[in-house]
Structure formats: C-alpha cells, structure tokens
C-alpha cells in the first residue's frame, strides 16, 4: 500500500462515545499532522508531530487526544465530544528537515457526532 | 500572522479552456513557500504545485503553473486545457519560514470551488 491511509471513511458517534481515528503512512516520512475541515472554513491545523514528538498543540480541547507511536502511523483518540466537531478529520505526513517538503494527505475521516 | 485570501468561492470554465484560480497572501516573513492543493469530492487533498519566495521563476507542472507576482503578494494557479477530472475544491496555502521541529506547518485559504463544464 502507497500513501498515506486514514480509517474510518465514515465515523457516527454519540457525544458520551470513546473512538478512535487511526492514520497511517507509507511514504517514510517522519513528520505527521491532524487537520480538522469544517463546511465553509480553512483547514485547521490540530496537531504536529516530529520525530515522534509532538511540536504544535493549536489550542485544541482536551477531548481529542493525539498519539503517535512511531512514525509511521497517527492516532486521534475521540471522548465526549459536542456536535460541533463534526467535520472532515485530515491526516497529513512530510519529511521534516528537508526544505520544502509538500505534505501529502489522507482521505480523511468524516466524523458525525449525534 | 500570515493569512491567504482566495476571493473566488466558485469559478467556471468550458473544457479545454485555461482557468486562473486566485491567491493573495500576507506575511512580514521574507522566507516563505505556496502550496497549491486540489481536493475532490472524495476528500483527500491532492499536492499540486509549490512555490519558495525565493524562487526567481514561476513554478510549473505539466498543466499547472504558479502565477507569482511578489511584490502584489499573489500566487494565482493557471490550470490549462481543463479537463472534466480538474472539477474539485481548489486551496491555496502557506508555509511558515520556521516551523519549529523542520515540519511544515500550513496555513490554507477557504478555497475555490472549480466546476468544468463539457
């Protein structure tokens, strides 16, 4: 498998569900990246992973919690959430330190939270 | 803080015709790089074209070129002979100069809706 992968394509929760959003890449990369895409809103950038190290927290609630166990693979760990966090869950990865490296993202996950 | 503005909520354009897709950018920093991204209705965001400040010439790859006007802060993306495949959404982004660990951290417009017509 080639790319970067994201599981599920489609995710209903309810809002005292505990889920979780799964990523993972293929490219080698060493850098991984959460963005959440709302309807009629910039992609907001969630999450930044380095070398295994978390380097950005863009004022995210407690309620998403990231983890990344190496670096080829990104999770997002969901816990009573509110509707408004329905949206499209993008997972991206690039090779750090090597100029302009584009980032290369998945499918996303489309979240619907009831 | 950087910002991009993409002005243009929708475009149209008959197939084989060229398309310039609008980008305005703004930032103090003298080093920076544009991101050009396409995202079908399938949702995945597709790399297009990249441009560094300091590059001299305009990007280009196969149908795609990056109109970059410095001093105006605009980064246009020309897509020429539009094929029906082009329709999708449309994002301009922004890398920041010195993104803390060597990743690139991202800033997007809202994008541009691109319908081709047959």
């Known amino acids: 498998e080639t790319g970067v992968t994201q599981t599920p394509r489609h995710l209903v929760m309810g809002m005292t569900n505990k889920k979780s959003l799964k990523c993972e890449q293929h490219l080698g990369h060493n850098a991984m990246y959460w963005y959440k895409q709302s309807a009629k809103k910039p992609l907001e950038l969630m999450f930044v992973y380095s070398l295994e190290e978390r380097v950005e927290n863009n004022s995210v609630p407690s309620r998403f919690s990231p983890e990344c166990p190496n670096s080829s693979h990104l999770f997002l760990h969901l816990h009573t959430l509110q509707p408004e966090d329905s949206a499209l869950y993008l997972c991206?990865?690039?090779?750090?330190?090597?100029?302009?490296?584009?980032?290369?993202f998945g499918n996303g996950t489309r979240l619907t939270v009831t | 803080a950087q910002k991009i503005t993409q002005t243009q909520p929708g475009m149209f354009v008959q197939e084989k015709e060229a398309v310039t897709l609008d980008c305005t950018y703004d930032t103090s920093d003298q080093s920076y790089g544009l991101f050009w991204y396409k995202q079908p209705s399938s949702g995945e965001m597709i790399f297009l074209i990249y441009?560094?400040?300091?590059?001299?010439q305009n990007a280009t790859e196969g149908r795609y070129s990056l109109n970059f006007q410095k001093a105006r802060k605009s980064a246009n993306l020309v897509i020429s002979a539009s094929q029906l495949g082009d329709s999708a959404m449309y994002f301009c982004?922004?890398?920041?100069?010195?993104?803390?660990?060597?990743?690139?951290?991202?800033?997007f417009g809202k994008g541009t809706k691109l319908t081709v017509n047959p």
């Open positions: 982004a922004m890398r920041e100069s010195h993104p803390q660990g060597g990743s690139e951290k991202l800033v």
């Open positions: 991206a990865s690039s090779q750090a330190r090597q100029g302009a490296s584009p980032l290369h």
């Open positions: 441009q560094g400040s300091y590059d001299e």
